[in-house]
């Protein structure tokens, strides 16, 4: 069975919100209130210039292991504290309702989510969602992964799945961000086996969803994702919703394309070592991993430029292969984890073949250049006592003639020689 042969589910139609509870924390207040006296005042202008003062943004969690909150807590351009505070110039203040960091509980968290599936929040929002959605629609009872309950028809509290909840919220906010791989593509609770039927938010929405802003999901993809890649996104977005920038440029899979265009490949740390045709053995080693199982010349992912964690880590960087983990075909395309990419035979042979040329010029230029001039003259008189060879061989001499004309060539005026 498919998914679209899978009917909505009707279980949850006409489930009531229970009383409402204390919030569970000591001061009595809910978030909203605390932004509201501390922040941003609902209803009066943006801090920050715009006319949206501030966005609640729902986050839902589904199959998900909760490394994307990890991950975006160690953010830092944009840091989510400032997104919470709204000291981002244009960006609205992020009235965050997460199930991990809130200060309320129980009914209290669920109220405002309450108000905006019925319409009467009064203010925009986002929804954000972390992890795989199950096929909850296949369940006649239970649920795969909830936030909240209600009361059923028969009279029975039952909790509500956060794709029941993301169906509910979706119409009507003004964009839903998909965060991680789980979310974006179905990662891991999809790999093979899939006995929960997992899928990626845009799969359970189906391919006609867009947004009340008119925008289809939004993915940002990595398991974990880069942190800056998501609080980025989300301030792009929110300068949008604000009217004071454009809408966020997307690629054909809803990739924010400016953070997902290149490959890891184009700007890892060890390409310079693929181009010289030297690989490494094993995992410590310094050279580029792709015979070890590094698929970075295919994946699109910005973690070698951008880091882990403020602009510091990420996988090549601190001596892990690129096992596609931003790509829809993750996990099961990439397996098994850890052994060359079959094109690796072509194209690490042929980084062998250009490097055995490439490499002794350079090492040939390279003593040429560890050289000042007068040392080429007066044999001996380097300075330190550091062991370097000073002597100049008939070698150097006829390679450096032929260098220099090479270098010169088209060049007028001084410093032509040496
Ligand atoms: Fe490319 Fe991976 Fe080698 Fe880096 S380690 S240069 S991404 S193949």
Redesign the pocket.
């Known amino acids: 069975m498919t998914l679209a042969d899978t009917p909505p589910s009707q279980r949850y139609l006409g489930a009531r919100a229970p009383a409402y509870e204390q919030t569970g924390n000591v001061a009595g207040a809910t978030a909203e209130q605390w932004v509201d006296a501390a922040i941003a005042p609902r209803g009066k202008p943006s801090l920050m210039g715009g006319p949206i003062a501030r966005v609640h943004v729902f986050w839902l969690a589904g199959m998900s292991c909760d490394g994307c909150s990890i991950a975006v807590l160690g953010a830092t351009a944009p840091a989510v504290e400032s997104l919470l505070t709204g000291a981002i110039p244009g960006v609205p203040l992020m009235l965050l309702h997460h199930t991990a960091v809130q200060v309320e509980a129980g009914e209290a968290f669920m109220e405002p989510m309450r108000r905006a599936a019925d319409g009467t929040l009064g203010e925009p929002y986002v929804i954000v969602y972390e992890g795989s959605i199950a096929n909850e629609d296949k369940l006649a009872s239970g649920y795969w992964s909830a936030i909240g309950e209600e009361l059923n028809a028969a009279g029975e509290m039952e909790q509500v799945p956060s794709a029941i909840w993301l169906r509910r919220l979706a119409p009507k906010a003004a964009a839903v961000i998909a965060i991680g791989t789980c979310a974006t593509w179905g990662g891991i609770p999809a790999a093979m086996g899939n006995v929960t039927d997992s899928m990626s938010v845009a799969d359970w929405l189906g391919p006609q969803y867009r947004s009340a802003l008119g925008l289809p999901v939004v993915n940002v993809p990595g398991c974990s994702p880069v942190g800056d890649n998501f609080t980025e996104t989300v301030a792009v977005t929110l300068l949008f919703l604000q009217g004071v920038g454009p809408a966020p440029e997307l690629d054909e899979l809803g990739r924010p394309a400016w953070l997902f265009g290149e490959t890891?490949?184009r700007t890892?740390t060890?390409?310079g070592?693929?181009e010289e045709g030297t690989f490494a053995k094993k995992f410590g080693d310094k050279e580029?991993?792709?015979e070890i199982g590094?698929w970075?010349?295919v994946v699109q992912c910005n973690i070698?430029s951008r880091g882990a964690i403020n602009h510091m880590g990420g996988c090549?960087n601190v001596g892990g292969?690129?096992i596609g983990c931003t790509m829809p075909g993750f996990p099961d395309r990439f397996a098994p984890f850890y052994k060359a990419p079959p094109g690796t035979l072509i194209s690490a042979t042929g980084a062998r073949l250009n490097g055995s040329f490439v490499r002794p010029l350079r090492l040939i230029t390279q003593r040429k250049m560890n050289r000042e001039k007068r040392w080429d003259h007066s044999a001996g008189s380097m300075p330190g006592g550091w062991g370097a060879d000073p002597s100049t061989s008939t070698f150097d001499k006829v390679t450096g003639f032929f260098y220099d004309f090479l270098r010169h060539r088209g060049a007028h005026g001084t410093g032509k020689k040496g």
Do not use: I, Q, S, T
């Open positions: 890891v490949h890892c060890r390409a070592f693929y580029c991993l792709v590094c970075g010349p070698a090549m292969a690129c």
